[in-house]
């Protein structure tokens, strides 16, 4: 079974560019979330997505929006970026209402620089 | 303050043998989940364990297994028996409630396995 598919793998924008990432998760699962990591906060949780429908953001400004579609696969936009955007995107997903037997399961993430 | 809580910024150990990566949490939810992360240089976050609040028992995944002390709420990951390829960083991650649907991840401990 595939794993979850992050691409662009690397993308280079300048500030004030708008940027649109895109994920294709497991085969089956449903729910999709994306984090940001970066060396000084972390991994932070973006938001997630199920069947559609955004279940959860994490505290990030609305320059950041995400959306799924009907086969699940899942897209970020950034808007208006910022050297602070610099970071690792990560997309993950899972069967649903996740524990250890549906663990999220991540990509290998889209690295994103801003100048 | 911190939800969790990794103090070991870096861990050195020789193949073969044993180390425990260190993860204390917080919270109030009488359920949550506690899970454990794996993040080679290439970028993937590659589920290792799993530990629920209400399982009686300590988690164990192979050469991993999770020492889960609820009143001292800790989680430490023991790998027995490290491989060079066990070289990367851990991460130690808590969903709160039962439909949770954010991780909450620490800042990580970075591991090197020598011959």
């Known amino acids: 079974k595939a794993g979850v598919t992050q691409t662009p793998r690397y993308l280079i924008k300048t500030r004030g560019q708008q940027v649109t990432l895109s994920c294709s998760p497991i085969?089956?699962?449903?729910?999709v979330s994306w984090y940001q990591q970066t060396p000084g906060q972390g991994l932070q949780f973006l938001f997630e997505?199920?069947?559609?429908?955004?279940?959860n953001k994490g505290n990030f400004p609305g320059r950041f929006s995400g959306r799924q579609f009907s086969n699940s696969r899942s897209e970020m936009n950034v808007s208006t970026l910022e050297l602070g955007d610099s970071a690792l995107y990560l997309c993950?997903?899972?069967?649903?209402?996740?524990?250890?037997?549906?663990?999220?399961?991540f990509g290998n993430g889209t690295r994103l620089t801003v100048t | 303050a911190q939800k969790i809580t990794q103090t070991q910024p870096g861990m050195f150990v020789q193949e073969k043998e044993a180390v425990t990566l260190d993860c204390t949490y917080d919270t109030s939810d009488p359920s949550y989940g506690l899970f454990w992360y794996k993040q080679p240089s290439s970028g993937e976050m590659i589920f290792l364990i799993y530990q629920g609040s209400y399982d009686q028992q300590n988690a164990t995944e192979g050469r991993y297994s999770l020492n889960f002390q609820k009143a001292r709420k800790s989680a430490n990951l023991v790998i027995s028996a490290s491989q060079l390829g066990d070289s990367a960083m851990y991460f130690c991650?808590?969903?709160?409630?039962?439909?949770?649907?954010?991780?909450?991840f620490g800042k990580g401990t970075t591991l090197s396995v020598s011959s």
């Open positions: 993950a997903s899972s069967l649903g209402r996740w524990t250890g037997d549906s663990p999220l399961h």
């Open positions: 991650a808590m969903r709160e409630g039962q439909a949770g649907t954010a991780l909450i």
């Open positions: 997505y199920f069947s559609e429908t955004q279940r």
């Open positions: 085969s089956g699962h449903r729910s």
